[in-house]
């Protein structure tokens, strides 16, 4: 009996050890191959002549000089840190407030939460395409107001190109506030009703109670918030694509649709892959120190 | 040697030489974004008449992003090692993949049917590289055209498209006070583009349009022509409505046959959207070469990749022959809005439009007037495109001094040479 046992036995050893790493592995080598080995030959081409097709002469950084003495890059980079800048103060603000107010336990809060988390179910595209007609001079508010007599009224932002990119971050703060107003509300739920009772006897008013006691308390939901934001932004694609196609002119141009206009509508693979390397850095730059962070944090 | 041999030899030549001479059959596979309205009816035609000759015609139609999407397959066809029969391809590009090793020539048709003597040779140029064929073009589009609805210039009392750019300027100004939109306009780049082209061939000729934007000569990037250039395309600035940004071309097409706005600058694939919708030209529409007396040219063609197999080596030849046949020329271009790329084509069928079109282009071509398209991948490669689009578009839609935009025109045009 005992000699039947012991293979199997064995086995089971053998599965409770590897069975994790079994299991993971096939998961791990396609995210080896399809992210970091594609970033790896991303990177390789940015330092080649490629441009219609790749091609694998080394020309040093070339391609980096390239994309940094053209003027639309510059232009790409100011729109992301104004983009990103204002989408994440709008929607932590947006999305604060309204958590608050929804906190105050009044009626329907099912209904209107959900009214809220809504534009979160839509698509970009979707986002963007909406906003485009309403913000349209000649099919939109404009032509609404002037409609009801206010022959003066102007709102011309989408055709403007110094003003086009904050239409852009109205629809992305309408687009994505709700989102952070649940994380909020979820956050805001889980803090001790003993802590708000207590600081009501000590006589703290509403605003007191939130801004000193119960936001500090959450710090941790504003961490993940500003992350989830800040990667929305700087992968936004499909919104600048949808909202303004880039334009008026190249005004409203994001790192994103440098890349994919140099690699798909120009034939330049290896500008555009030097363009991705410095987006992959800016990532880089935000992601490292936070993981830096996390792990720090939870070692101790 | 014996009967029986000699018999067999003769059965085993006849075997290797006759399917080659029979007309019919060879398998294509054709990779094409014509996907819409007239457009894919005229691809169609092409389709109908490969099969008609016994052949077999495999579709690959690959809509999205006026072919950046067809391009990205492509791409990823000719890495794989598979390459599409044929693609729908276009100027300098064809060039660019030649220069990858990836093309097969059609010399021998071309030779046979003596291309050389029937198409124009500014289109000849583009089609062959190293002095071979690798290319066939199906149609020549005009750009270089203004459209215009003739009851609205009825309304400040004007019956004619004006032929310069000061005419133009003071029509626009009357309808301006009159409060009609003058320029119907879509504000996407490759559209500032194609005005922009248009503008330097009113202003500047023919002669100056190919220094700047096929030759990309410096001296003349930089010349007064081209700041006038900047001027008037400030000027056309002031004449389109507050909607225009972003809007698609057939939309602005629209706008002409409402009666919002009085003249679009745009190429003949807008006759397709007047006759589409059942107007008739010279009464419901005018159609106009813009001013210049030249001919800007763009061409559709097919450019034949380097497949292997007897069945599909065949297949090309025989496409390459069916495009170019006078039959065909008509037919497709009939569907299209276009008119022949072969100049030796009868066009009793075609309307006013494609008639006018072709007299300029035998003219131009006798005039050595007749030039590629920078604003539609006919002149320079998509790089040194790209780059002229960026600077045109940006000026465009900001307020930038002429000077200034001429500035970043030379220096974006040296940045990537």
Known sequence: MTNAGTPRVALERFLDRWLPQIVVSPLFAASLVFVYAFIAWTIYISFTKSGVMPNYTLVGLAQYERVWSTPRWYVALQNLFVFTGLFIAGCMIIGVLLAILLDQRIRLEGAIRTIYLYPMALSFIVTGTAWKWILNPTLGIEKLVQGWGFRDFSFDWLVDPQMAIYTVVIAGVWQSSGYVMALFLAGLRSVDDEIIRAAAIDGAGPVRTYATIILPMIRPVFLSSIIILAHLAIKSFDLVVALTGGGPGYATDMPATFMYAFAFQRSELGTAAASAVMMLMTVMAIMVPYLYSEIRGSAK | ?417
């Open chain 2, 1 to 417: 040697m014996n009967k029986f041999s000699l018999l067999m030899s003769a059965a085993a030549i006849s075997t290797i030489v006759l399917p080659t001479a029979t007309f019919a059959d060879g398998t294509v596979e054709v990779l094409h974004w014509w996907t819409s309205g007239g457009e894919a009816k005229a691809v169609g035609e092409l389709k109908s008449s490969f099969e008609a000759q016994g052949g077999t015609w495999i579709d690959s139609p690959i809509a999205g992003g006026g072919g950046d999407a067809a391009m990205t397959a492509l791409r990823a066809r000719v890495v794989a090692g598979n390459p599409p029969t044929a693609v729908q391809l276009k100027g300098p590009g064809i060039q660019e993949w030649a220069i990858e090793g990836s093309l097969n020539d059609v010399d021998d048709v071309a030779k046979a049917e003596n291309w050389d003597a029937v198409l124009p040779p500014v289109l000849a140029a583009i089609m062959k590289y190293e002095g071979k064929y690798v290319a066939a073009p199906v149609n020549i589009h005009r750009v270089d055209w203004i459209w215009a609805n003739p009851e609205v210039l009825a309304k400040v009392g004007v019956t004619e498209v004006p032929t310069n750019w000061d005419e133009f300027n003071a029509v626009a100004d009357k309808l301006l006070a009159a409060g009609i939109t003058p320029l119907a306009h879509g504000g996407q780049p490759w559209q500032d583009a194609t005005v922009f082209e248009v503008v330097a061939l009113g202003i500047g000729g023919a002669d100056f349009y190919r220094d700047a934007l096929v030759n990309l000569d410096q001296a003349a990037l930089a010349s007064d022509t081209m700041v006038k250039t900047f001027d008037q395309l400030r000027k056309l600035r002031g004449y389109v409505d507050q909607g225009f940004s972003g809007r698609d071309w057939n939309l602005a097409t629209a706008m002409i046959m409402n009666g919002q706005a009085a003249f679009q600058i745009m190429g003949d694939w807008a006759k397709g959207e007047f006759l589409a919708a059942g107007k008739a030209p010279g009464k419901d529409f005018l159609c106009a070469p813009a001013p210049g007396g030249a001919f800007v040219l763009n061409s559709d063609s097919f450019t034949f990749f380097k497949v292997e197999g007897e069945d599909q080596l065949k297949g090309q030849q025989v496409l390459a022959s069916l495009i170019m046949s006078p039959g065909f020329q008509e037919t497709f271009n009939l569907a299209k809005g276009s008119i022949p790329a072969r100049t030796d084509v009868a066009l009793d069928k075609f309307d006013s439009c494609a008639v006018k079109s072709h007299e300029d282009l035998t003219a131009a071509i006798a005039a050595n007037s007749l030039v590629p398209s920078m604003a539609h991948e006919m002149a320079v490669s998509r790089t040194v495109r790209g780059e002229i689009m960026d600077v045109v578009t940006n000026f465009f839609n900001s307020n930038m001094s002429s000077a200034d935009g001429v500035q970043a025109l030379a220096s974006a045009v040296k940045r990537v040479q």
